[in-house]
């Protein structure tokens, strides 16, 4: 038989205490990059939601700043002094005496949706056309958790000389709160 003198080996305590070590440190290495990875989906969707945020009410604000009023509103019932909307039609102020100018904003299924500005003949009612295929809406905002107004010196919507906008975004778990205050610049025309 032959043996093997002055060949070092490790030991089986010595693996074994090795095996320890390097599990201690790649498990702190794994923490670390999960705890990254958690924080860098966080803050993607807060930057999402933030840009839906933003997105929502800037399309609204812009829309309804030459405003004359709200020509229909379907509002639920007040919760603190602020209704959740559903559809709000805003009659835009124009130069054409024949036609009105309208646009529509509906919420839905945690998303915003508008028309383009819509043209009727002064002489039809808002009230029975703001259904019709001439509304047709496109989605510019999703997200959406809660869309309310607070109606500005008035009680009466058609009456409101502006709006105050509260909108919230929820986009995996990351809520963004806006308001907003808009006064009809063209109001008093309307009056």
Do not use: C
């Amino acid at each position: 038989m032959i043996y093997l003198k002055n060949k070092k080996g490790f030991t089986l305590v010595e693996l074994l205490l090795a095996l320890g070590i390097m599990g201690i440190v790649l498990s702190a290495i794994f923490t670390f990059f999960i705890f990254n990875y958690k924080s860098f989906v966080r803050g993607e969707n807060q930057v999402e939601a933030q840009y839906q945020s933003q997105i929502a009410m800037n399309e609204l604000i812009e829309n309804i700043m030459d405003a004359e009023k709200i020509a229909v509103a379907d509002l639920e019932n007040k919760v603190d002094g602020k209704y959740p909307v559903k559809i709000l039609v805003f009659k835009i102020s124009d130069d054409d005496e024949d036609m009105d100018t309208y646009i529509k904003f509906e919420y839905k299924n945690q998303k915003l949706y508008k028309t383009n500005k819509v043209k009727i003949n002064s002489t039809d009612s808002i009230e029975s056309r703001y259904k019709e295929d001439i509304f047709t809406t496109n989605q510019y905002a999703v997200g959406i958790r809660n869309f309310q107004i607070e109606l500005q010196e008035a009680e009466d919507y058609k009456e409101s000389k502006g709006i105050k906008v509260f909108i919230t975004i929820n986009i995996n778990n990351e809520e963004i709160h806006l308001k907003n205050q808009v006064y009809f610049r063209n109001w008093k025309l309307a009056n």
